[in-house]
């Protein structure tokens, strides 16, 4: 009894302590993207992709509240497609995101600048896209979405079978054809670099600036290129048995992961030990595990 009582309040502990993290992260998320909204976006006249691009349209031409029409464009978006949002823990959070989002965009008019802190369109349009990225960033790893398009994607991947990536890009392009009829198309050209520039960024955040690559050594000498590796880098090496489709010959290939910084010490250890030797590099954006990092820290659903 006394086991069980301990495991569901380990499980529980856990549990409270994840969430905390996550709300954390959506948090401070919600609060970057808004700090985008008010110092670098709105005052250049660049328009945000989605419901808070739409949002900027109105205010605008009737100056209601940017944050108000924010969350009243997303209420309705997320009443449709809260089933499509991967379940109950998922939906909560997208809600307290852009209920979050949505206050401080609202808020923070009182306390910055209104004309921001530059009037130059290239740094306006590079700053926001890069804070406002991040914000995304965190959000995602927080387990929740920022509402407006990434609902609207969902739906229509459900209803009409058209990919999230080119529902993304409908939808924004629409936007930014009324940016351009509002403004001018310079600001709305400006705003799809803004865009690109703020995808790019969110992925660096839930990557990580550690990128890892994943090493693929195809050799005649196994041996003595995973010894080298193990002896110079200390890392696992993996020996993979295979057979050349054209040859029909044995060969081993070996399989390692090192970080960005050790990729021409591989290189080098490869090219002195077996010249000959054939090596694919890639990319590994998570790696868990012995002399990574711990699966515990797997932000897991």
Sequence with gaps: MNTLVKSQFHLFEHFSWKSLRDYGLITLGGLLQALAIRLFLVPSNLVNGGVSGLAQLINHYTGLP?????????????????????????????????????????????????????FDLVLNTL????????????????????????????????????????????????????????????????????LYVSGIAAEAMMSGSNVLRSVVIITDKPDDVADEILRALE????????????????????FCVVTRSEVNQVKALVRETDPDAFMVIGEAHEVFGEGFAPFKEINTP
């Design 127 to 194: 700053f926001g896209g890069i804070i406002s990225g991040f914000g995304y960033g965190l959000v995602y790893m927080g387990q929740g979405t920022s509402g407006g398009t990434d609902i609207l994607a969902r739906i229509l991947r459900h209803y009409r079978g058209i990919s999230l990536s080119a529902s993304y890009m409908i939808t924004d392009s629409a936007i930014m054809f009324l940016a351009g009829l509002s403004f001018s198309w310079t600001n709305a050209l400006y705003a799809l670099v803004m």
């Design 235 to 254: 890392r696992g090496v993996t020996v993979i048995p295979a057979k050349g489709a054209y040859t029909g010959v044995e060969r081993i290939i070996l």
């Design 66 to 118: 940017i944050g108000v029409m924010t969350l009243v464009g997303n209420i309705p978006l997320l009443l449709v497609g809260w089933r499509y949002l991967g379940g109950r823990r998922f939906t909560m959070r997208t809600i307290f995101a852009v209920v979050l989002s949505s206050a401080f965009t609202d808020l923070l008019v009182y306390v910055l600048p209104k004309h921001g802190v530059t």
